[in-house]
């Protein structure tokens, strides 16, 4: 880089963490910029060595967003170890990070990038971005299901400690046993535990949509305008 940008802004094009992330990093004094202890605002080049608890921190200079497709029976995991990660499966770049996890028995869409404020812009659930999923049931839909899993579902939060309430979504019926539906939410096991209120269970689970990235292709990488769109 010939300019300098802000130490957050450099973190973050790293693919380190978000912005957000990185000035708590900044602020707990584990961040150093040629050796020193960094500080809160300053701006940095590409002479400066910037390192996060002791490892070097490169800007990342290409910006990348892989749409995959994530079989049924792998695990949206970081962890290398994990025998059954997508990481470890699937030829996907070291410095990616996945946006919005899908559970090991569900399929479908999954959004990876090396940038993490995109990655934090779309996982915050108070942006309430749309996510679509195609749903098969064990027996056949009723109109009061439809109009109780719309209404908002009381479910147990990801921690199994406290009930929340499922925001409105919006669903259509496909047919006798599947359904669309679009939410703006991604509470863990969402749609299984929705589904589970109204004493069906969930057989199959597809994303095919995020915002306005739909299935269709497989990894893929996407260049930078579409970054912009994605986000607007």
Not at 92 to 113: C, V
Not at 146 to 169: A, F, H, L, Q
């Amino acid at each position: 880089m010939s300019d300098t940008i802000r130490l957050n802004k450099y973190i973050s094009a790293s693919g380190f963490c978000s912005r957000r992330k990185a000035d708590e990093w900044i602020a707990s004094g584990r961040v150093l910029v040629n050796g020193v202890p960094a500080e809160m605002g300053m701006r940095v080049g590409s002479q400066d060595e910037i390192s996060i608890n002791g490892k070097i921190i490169r800007c990342q200079e290409p910006f990348k967003l892989v749409v995959f497709y994530k079989p049924k029976g792998y695990a949206c995991t970081s962890h290398r170890g994990d025998s059954s990660g997508i990481f470890r499966n699937f030829e996907l770049d070291s410095d990616l990070k996945y946006i919005g996890r899908l559970d090991k028995d569900s399929e479908g869409l999954l959004l990876l990038t090396n940038d993490g404020d995109l990655c934090n812009e779309i996982a915050r659930a108070r942006n309430r971005h749309e996510k679509e999923y195609i749903v098969t049931v064990d027996h056949t839909i009723t109109n009061e299901f439809i109009t109780g899993m719309e209404k908002g579902v009381r479910i147990y939060d990801s921690n199994k400690e406290n009930w929340v309430v499922t925001s409105p979504c919006r669903l259509k019926k496909i047919n006798d046993r599947t359904f669309s539906i679009i939410l703006t939410q991604g509470l863990n096991r969402q749609i299984r535990k929705m589904c589970e209120h109204f004493e069906y269970r969930v057989v199959k689970l597809r994303r095919i949509r995020v915002m306005n990235v739909e299935l269709g292709l497989s990894l893929i990488h996407i260049s930078e305008p579409t970054r912009l769109a994605l986000i607007s």
